[in-house]
């Protein structure tokens, strides 16, 4: 059976200073780059022998020390159904500085709401489309083989890949902080 070990890259400046990132690159924090060195610490046993990872240049550190202990990883894809839930217009704004500007309640629907979009982005309705596409091309290409594969993707993709693949409803998703130093394992 196929492995699936899923994580989020580590602390970003921007996850630091609570700005909305999205689709713009952030660099890991320092504490960001320790917290990728411990995923590679306890992905260390795994066999991952195919990768994927999306263009941000923070998901990509995180995978790369990841790596560093699988020279069986003959293969990294980079593939963006796994990016992060584009904010549009919001990205790059401090979290506070969008309460101040459009409210608390705003603020809200856009931060966890499933089918509220900020302007010209992207809602979680929107990024579970993309996600459950990237899952059952990995079933179709990987199932019932024996290999291990590594994803190294971002709180909002992870949270839907979670809600997919645990069988979850959109309000407990919601509900999920997605850590940093932490990975999900699957079967397919």
Same mark, same amino acid.
Request: glycine share 8%; hydrophobic share 35%.
């Given at each position: 059976?196929?492995?699936?070990?899923? %994580?989020?890259?580590?602390?970003?400046? @921007?996850?630091?200073?609570?700005? @909305?990132? *999205?689709?713009?690159?952030? &660099?890991?924090?320092? =504490?960001?780059?320790? $917290?990728?060195?411990? =995923?590679? /610490?306890? =992905?260390?046993?795994?066999?991952?022998?195919?990768?994927?990872?999306?263009? =941000? !240049?923070?998901?990509?550190?995180?995978? !790369?020390?990841?790596? &560093? @202990?699988?020279?069986?990883?003959?293969?990294?894809?980079?593939?963006?159904?796994?990016?992060?839930? !584009?904010?549009?217009?919001?990205? *790059?704004? *401090?979290?506070? /500085?969008?309460?101040?500007?459009?409210?608390?309640? $705003? %603020?809200? &629907?856009?931060h966890r709401g499933w089918n509220d979009r900020p302007p010209e982005g992207e809602c979680f309705a929107d990024v579970e +489309?993309?996600?459950?596409? @990237?899952?059952?091309?990995?079933?179709?290409?990987?199932?019932?083989?024996?290999? *291990? +594969?590594?994803? !190294?993707?971002?709180?909002?993709?992870?949270?839907? %890949?979670r809600k997919i693949m645990e069988k979850t409803t959109p309000e407990e998703a919601g509900t999920w902080t997605i850590p940093?130093?932490?990975? %999900?394992?699957? /079967?397919?």
């Amino acid at each position: 059976m196929a492995k699936i070990y899923l %994580f989020r890259h580590g602390q970003s400046e @921007f996850n630091l200073k609570k700005i @909305f990132t *999205g689709w713009m690159d952030a &660099k890991l924090t320092e =504490l960001g780059i320790e $917290q990728a060195k411990n =995923l590679g /610490e306890m =992905l260390k046993d795994k066999k991952i022998e195919v990768a994927y990872v999306s263009r =941000l !240049s923070r998901a990509k550190d995180t995978l !790369s020390e990841v790596i &560093k @202990f699988h020279p069986e990883c003959k293969e990294i894809i980079v593939d963006d159904r796994m990016i992060e839930r !584009s904010y549009g217009n919001l990205a *790059g704004l *401090g979290h506070e /500085e969008t309460i101040a500007k459009y409210g608390q309640e $705003q %603020f809200d &629907k856009w931060h966890r709401g499933w089918n509220d979009r900020p302007p010209e982005g992207e809602c979680f309705a929107d990024v579970e +489309i993309r996600v459950q596409n @990237f899952i059952d091309s990995l079933k179709e290409k990987y199932a019932g083989k024996e290999i *291990g +594969i590594a994803i !190294s993707a971002h709180g909002n993709s992870i949270r839907l %890949f979670r809600k997919i693949m645990e069988k979850t409803t959109p309000e407990e998703a919601g509900t999920w902080t997605i850590p940093y130093d932490q990975y %999900f394992e699957y /079967e397919i």
